[in-house]
Nanobody, 124 residues
Framework: QVQLVESGGGLVQAGASLRLSCAASGPTFSSYVMGWFRQAPGKEREFVAAINWTGGRKDYADSVKGRFTISRDNAKNTVYLQMNSLKPEDTAVYYC?????????????????WGLGTQVTVSS
């Protein structure tokens, strides 16, 4: 069983940066693929970024490539999402997810555990 707690969200102006953190419980954190998803009001939850257990594979949604960076620290059981050059369209609740046997990082159904989310609001 893995429990995930996100933090670091907030209200910022366009062009600013935020770093989200996701702290995971459980001794097997390092074996999980970790992902970030987001959900804006009235829209479906969408893939943002994911990272494999070694950090050697990272995938990003086209909408965030070049602006967001995912990383993980297995010693701290934490995954991060550095978000730069934020835009109003990045406004959403951001969710952390963990999956054991994830090959298709984009697929929500492949992730076994989810956090409760953290709100990111970007004003223009």
């Amino acid at each position: 069983q893995v429990q995930l707690v996100e933090s670091g969200g907030g209200l910022v102006q366009a062009g600013a940066s935020l770093r989200l953190s996701c702290a995971a419980s459980g001794p097997t954190f390092s074996s999980y693929v970790m992902g970030w998803f987001r959900q804006a009001p009235g829209k479906e939850r969408e893939f943002v970024a994911a990272i494999n257990w070694t950090g050697g594979r990272k995938d990003y949604a086209d909408s965030v490539k070049g602006r967001f960076t995912i990383s993980r620290d297995n010693a701290k059981n934490t995954v991060y999402l550095q978000m730069n050059s934020l835009k109003p369209e990045d406004t959403a609740v951001y969710y952390c997810a963990a999956g054991r046997m994830v090959t298709d990082y984009v697929a929500r159904s492949k992730y076994n555990y989810w956090g409760l989310g953290t709100q990111v609001t970007v004003s223009s």
